[in-house]
């Protein structure tokens, strides 16, 4: 069985627990507490040489790392159901579409910056908050304009199935909440967001579902 | 011909001038002045929703956007040379290697983020340098675990042709100097810079090479 070293918060675990229902795939999961600093311990090293999460361990015991590739080893791997259409730029479209979250939102407000922002340049909690804000109201208003009226829009942000758009959307979507963004801008992303946390495979991923919830 | 809207010193221009110069494919090149913010122009837009380069435009007028994203499109669309091992994960050893300048370096260092330590949080030069330096550093030390050691590495991150890996690597390498990080602790990652900068394919990538370098 796969093994997943992830934390019920964290964004890049969110995501590979969403792709991981969406393939059918059973896996066990090991909490890694990032707010205790347990990514740190030597040992983990091992498992993740960056000291972060998610890993994912497979059943010959290699230890894949990086989000965005573990989930194109996983379509490569088990490509039933896909979730990247068929089409070159479909495919392109999505993947564009998830490395806005990937890449432009997630990275620059995820546990770590925050607490550089604090620890190293002494920001207040009102500062780091907007900070957050920010870079995902930005990036939203980016992904927004991707969706609307565009023609392969549909229910999820690719047509009629969930993709690697929605499966990176979703976890942003959580933080979005959690930092009280503003999302009266971005009706599409909204509306597809409803449609996700409806659907069964991203139910279970959700934060709030995990067994090491706080 | 294929069409990159870009900027000399754009890590993700730059990239996608490697990937384009290691595939032979011929493109012209319009520079986007982003330290005058040209980006934000309302016509660009159309070019790239989220007012940010690059954006690949195709023989039949598709706008491509967001670096990782194009580069799968290239693979795919013109397969030869592979930039990806045949191996799946070969791919996802190189792609979790790509990840860490696409997403764990990159984005927390790129211009739009020190201008906001600058204009929103009042932070001096030094801050920024130092920040900028602190994520190079933090995220070389994960890559070069990663590397060193590891079978698969050889003369180019992942066997002896350059790779997806490589691609990514080298602009956060020209980052890197920019902000005088230390690379003493990152012996594997400077060797293969060095190699890499002497291929040809690199070196005609290279921001000081471009029309647009000031």
Redesign the interface.
Known sequence: MLTLYGYYRSSAAYRMRIALNLKGLEYRQVSIHLRDGAQFAEDF?RIN????VPTLETDSG?L???????F??LE??YPEPSLLPAD??G??????M???P???IH??GNLR?LQ??QR??G?DQE?VT??AR?WIEL?FA??E??LAGHPATGTFCHGETPTMADVFLVPQLFNAARFGADMDSFPTIRRIGETCNAHDAFERAAPGNQEDAE
Chains 1, 2 share one sequence.
């Open positions: 090293g040489p960056q000291h972060q290699d894949l790392v990086q989000s965005p590739a573990i194109e080893w490569e791997t070159p730029l495919r392109q479209r999505v993947r564009a998830a490395a806005v990937g890449c432009d990275p620059i910056v550089y922002l190293e340049l920001q500062a907007a900070w920010h990036g980016g992904l304009r991707m």
